[in-house]
């Protein structure tokens, strides 16, 4: 139980980045008011929250109905996750767990940043929903250890709206150096976890087997 919270708390902190996503949202608002930026931020975690709910729910679903299967799940989801930490290790992005440079400009000129990029794809991101059905589908048929992975979600959610709700005095004491040493440490992690499910993955597909 405690590897699961673990495991689901370490992959949805690095997927989703509340510090990176803080980063990004302060340099967007600059410009708004206090009132402005705190409407913003709990309306941007709250529509990321119903969108990984969504996945963390039919996920399964989705995945029987194009007959994909647990192994192959693991094995992809591993794959993606494992790209995603060798980015946070090295510092680059790829619109993963960040918005494109495209986005990026579009987003500057929007009035309103709470859906778009903020709910999604900074918090809501193509990493943060695969890690969601792919842990959520590892819990598959235990109906606690799910409910650990749906908490550990709604936790990472919580940490993500104080960060945003404190932006800028975050990026202030943590400065671009520091922000880069956590989402470091974090980029390793994931890149390990991301090893052992693309291991299980293969175990579990018996590819290998005699």
């Known amino acids: 139980m405690l590897e699961t919270w673990g495991v689901a708390l370490a ?11 803080a980063a990004m949202f ?3 608002t600059i410009s708004s008011s206090v ?4 409407v913003i931020a709990f309306r941007g975690t709250v529509i990321a929250a119903v969108v990984l709910s969504v996945f963390a729910l039919i996920g399964e679903l989705l995945l029987a109905g194009l007959g994909i299967s647990l192994a192959a799940l693991r094995t992809a989801g591993g794959i993606l996750l494992l790209l995603i930490g060798i980015e946070m290790v090295f510092g680059r992005t790829s619109g993963a767990t960040s918005t494109t440079d495209a986005e990026a400009s579009e987003a500057r000129i929007r009035a309103d940043i709470s859906v778009f990029p903020l709910a999604t794809p900074l918090i809501a991101g193509p990493g943060a929903m695969g890690a969601t059905i792919l ?3 590892h819990a598959e048929g235990n109906l606690v250890q799910q409910a650990i992975v749906y908490s550990s979600l709604i936790i990472v959610l919580l940490v993500t709206l104080g960060c945003l ?5 975050l990026q202030r004491v943590l400065g671009v150096t520091g922000m880069h040493v956590i989402s470091r440490i974090f980029g390793v992690l994931l890149s390990a976890l991301a090893v052992q499910f693309i291991f299980d993955g293969i175990a579990q597909s018996k590819l290998l087997s005699g």
């Open 11 to 21: 992959t949805f902190f690095a997927t989703i980045g509340p510090i990176d996503v």
């Open 135 to 137: 842990l959520m589908a």
């Open 165 to 169: 709700l404190v932006a800028t005095q």
């Open 26 to 28: 302060a340099a967007l």
């Open 35 to 38: 009132s402005e930026r705190r």
